[in-house]
């Protein structure tokens, strides 16, 4: 038996740990930001790029992406070199890595503030960003299986199981959800349009959340959990069930995040049966956690670490308890579009992904300087200020959405809707403002860690690496790695049947996606047209300022919905759609049927102050469309991408389409004037008002009422 | 629905593809001992140790 020495490195995982860090101060204070927002619209200050529905995918991105992602490449930088007994495969790749991630990080940032949306939540990033990501993904990629192929190790411990999971599943959704036709440098469509579009973002939003928040945090829970009470995880065996079950589940959930929309009924089904499904092996993982502490909760009164553990792992428990519990259609009724979603989501990022990584930090960063932690007393303070916030975020988000789910429902003896959506928005405003504070104290709590972090770090002295030593394996892998593949399959009937049915998949899937993707079988309804050239413009105008983070268009076959906005929506109603704007979230009314229900001025001075209009909204200003004119230049290429992705426009619309942008924006200038209104045809406001007065008509103007 | 078809083929791909990782990991033996791994970790293996001077 030789022994071999090699260095543990810690300089990425301390890079990796300031950027988590970083990120999540910035990420939860933009949170702080537009939680404010929300009750004082005048924090929108009029500026294109501070206005909510720029602010909110920063803030969304941020936390998932920045806070999170750093947290996941933390734990694994970290962890994977010492549970596998070898260095991370190359310290290059490790260190483009992370320049990578950040630059990512921050092209985010400035092209999301700047309007550059693909308008699908948390896939919002335009293509050349999408690019990036995979590239830097894949180099992560090489870096970790080289890690693995190289190791000392023979056993893969279960936080690797978790941390190649979703790796794979990462990079999958990520490519298959970032399909799309590119216009110009800085804007695309989405490949796919309406329902389609609908469920592709769905399954990658849906498992965005399992196997970027979830799986790689399990990984995380199973190695510094242990780590940190000095007990062995309370059942390997179970984790491992708890592995091969969470994985195969998940992936089929993502339809929940439709129920009641124009998505076919059985997959809604499908993505219920699986979501209840779904209990079990994540309970399983809680149990897991929590039972590794029997015995040492002696420990969990002295160590702030373990509390934050505690606290993250039940959080785990309380969200995957909730997510099944919303995926059954009745429950769903009520939480769709409503403030309840934001509190399931918060209390996954705030107690399970905010609180692990805070106890990961807590523990690590001392072990990175070889000192004890600066001061328990403020972590333990931290702790507590951390908890009460996450509290305060989520009553508050509870009980208005039970609240304005019942006023939204209410109908009077007469059969009218009792409350106008402006008397919900009233209610809901002192619980927005609890919220806001809420998020205020978890943020205070961070600077807290922060505070106590760098004060850890200036009493000890960085390490910059371990020397450990171990004996190499002892089955070299100096032969190719296809030959190893090979021998194995060469043993293995079974393995080489499952190999080549992947194959013929794969060899399958080349085939169909061009085949089935040019032409949509959505049941079409002839009214239905594409979007004439300005509405075309307009519409991209409303992706960019991101109404649809406030806004939904889609009408749920429900008594008080159709009543209060129109006729339910159809599946066909979406087939140009590139992207569909659905929405989650009803901020404001939805918009489905918005289209000819009120005059061109209403729309141009509710677009100029929504308070003239609607007194008490909280919707922002939008001065800025009132004088940045409308760039036609891009019609052509718009409505050539548009055309290859089968959207029917007349042939030459590409040439003559400015004229007829022209025709219809002076027609909505003249309208305008009508009621004293004077502005010139070629402002962004225009195609806008173009756009909000088609929302619907097609539909409407067929007399279509029921399939 | 045509998507749908892709979203299926896509995640019976990944799904297959843990159930290689599956077979390989029982065939390698990775889930024959679920005693040691889970105490193995609790190690550390530094040869030059970085100890706590208070620990």
């Known amino acids: 038996m030789q022994l071999e020495q090699f260095q543990y490195d810690n300089k990425i995982p301390r890079l990796f740990a300031i950027a988590t860090l970083f990120w999540g101060a910035v990420g939860m204070l933009l949170g702080v930001i537009i939680a404010f927002q929300l009750v004082f619209p005048a924090l929108n200050f009029d500026l294109s790029f501070l206005t909510y529905g720029r602010m909110r995918p920063v803030h969304t991105n941020a936390v998932i992406f920045a806070f999170v992602g750093n947290g996941i490449f933390t734990a694994i930088y970290y962890a994977l070199p010492r549970l596998l007994k070898t260095s991370m495969w190359s310290s290059k790749l490790s260190k483009i890595h992370f320049w990578g991630w950040q630059s990512i990080i921050v092209l985010a940032a400035v092209t999301l503030l700047s309007g550059f949306t693909t308008g699908k939540e948390y896939a919002e990033l335009e293509w050349p960003i999408d690019i990036l990501i995979t590239l830097i993904w894949v180099v992560f990629g090489i870096n970790m299986f080289g890690t693995i192929l190289t190791r000392r190790e023979r056993h893969l411990y279960v936080a690797i199981w978790f941390f190649i999971a979703s790796w794979v599943t990462v990079a999958m959704l990520h490519i298959v959800n970032s399909f799309e036709m590119p216009v110009t440098w800085y804007k695309s469509y989405s490949w796919y349009a309406g329902v389609q579009d609908a469920l592709v973002q769905w399954w990658y939003g849906h498992n965005a959340v399992a196997f970027f928040l979830t799986t790689p945090y399990l990984g995380l829970m199973y190695y510094f959990l242990p780590k940190a009470a000095d007990r062995p995880v309370y059942s390997y065996r179970l984790s491992i069930v708890h592995f091969w079950s969470l994985i195969f589940l998940y992936i089929w959930a993502g339809p929940h995040h439709l129920l009641y929309t124009a998505l076919p009924d059985w997959a809604q089904s499908l993505g219920t049966v699986f979501s209840i499904m779904l209990i079990l092996p994540s309970w399983g993982g809680m149990l897991n956690g929590l039972f590794t502490l029997r015995g040492a909760w002696d420990k969990v009164r002295e160590d702030p670490v373990l509390k934050f553990f505690v606290v993250a792992v039940t959080a785990y428990g309380m969200s995957t308890f909730e997510g099944p519990m919303l995926s059954l259609k009745n429950v769903n009724a009520i939480s769709h579009y409503s403030d309840w979603t934001v509190a399931h989501v918060h209390i996954g990022a705030l107690g399970w992904n905010g609180f692990l990584t805070f106890g990961m930090l807590y523990w690590l960063i001392p072990k990175l300087y070889n000192v004890n932690l600066y001061s328990k007393k403020l972590a333990s303070t931290h702790f507590w200020i951390g908890t009460l916030g996450i509290i305060l975020y989520a009553i508050p988000m509870y009980w208005s959405a039970f609240r304005s789910y019942f006023m939204m429902k209410t109908f009077t003896p007469e059969g009218q809707l009792q409350y106008q959506f402006m008397d919900v928005v009233q209610t809901v ?157 009803r901020t404001g009314p939805d918009l489905a049927r918005v289209g000819g229900k009120y005059p061109d001025s209403w729309h141009f001075n509710h677009m100029l102050d929504p308070t003239s209009i609607s007194p008490g909204s909280n919707m922002p200003r939008y001065p800025w469309l009132f004088e940045n004119d409308l760039n036609i230049s891009t019609t052509p290429s718009k409505i050539h991408a548009m055309r290859k992705m089968g959207v029917p426009y007349a042939a030459k619309l590409e040439t003559t389409g400015n004229e007829i942008l022209k025709v219809q924006a002076d027609q909505i200038a003249a309208n305008l004037k009508k009621d004293k209104i004077e502005i010139s045809s070629d402002k962004e406001i225009i195609a806008l008002i173009a756009y909000l007065q088609r929302l619907g008509k097609d539909v409407r103007t067929s007399g279509i009422s029921n399939k | 629905m045509s998507v749908l078809i892709l979203l299926i083929i896509v995640s019976i791909c990944i799904a297959g593809g843990f159930l290689i990782a599956f077979l390989w990991g029982s065939g390698d033996g990775q889930f024959d001992d679920v005693y040691s791994p889970a105490r193995r970790i609790l190690f550390d293996d530094e040869y030059e140790s970085n100890q706590n001077p208070n620990e």
């Open chain 1, 429 to 585: 405003m002192p619980f927005y403002f609890l919220r806001a504070l809420g998020g205020t104290i978890f943020l205070i709590g961070v600077f807290v860690m922060v505070y106590n972090l760098i004060k850890t770090a200036k009493q000890g002295k960085f390490v910059e690496s371990e020397t450990a030593q171990a004996a190499a394996l002892e089955k070299k892998y100096t032969a190719p790695k296809s030959y190893f593949w090979h021998s194995v399959i060469e043993r293995k009937p079974i393995l080489l049947l499952v190999l080549s049915l992947v194959v013929v998949g794969i060899g399958g899937l080349v085939e169909l996606v061009p085949t089935f993707l040019v032409k949509s079988n959505v049941p079409t309804i002839s009214s239905v047209k594409p979007y004439t050239p300005l509405e075309l413009q307009g519409r991209d105008i409303y992706i960019r300022e991101g109404c649809y983070n406030c806004h939904s268009q889609m009408i749920r076959p429900f008594r008080y919905e159709v009543t209060r906005y129109g006729e339910y929506s159809k599946s066909g109603e979406f087939v140009y759609d590139h992207p569909f704007q659905w929405g989650s979230k």
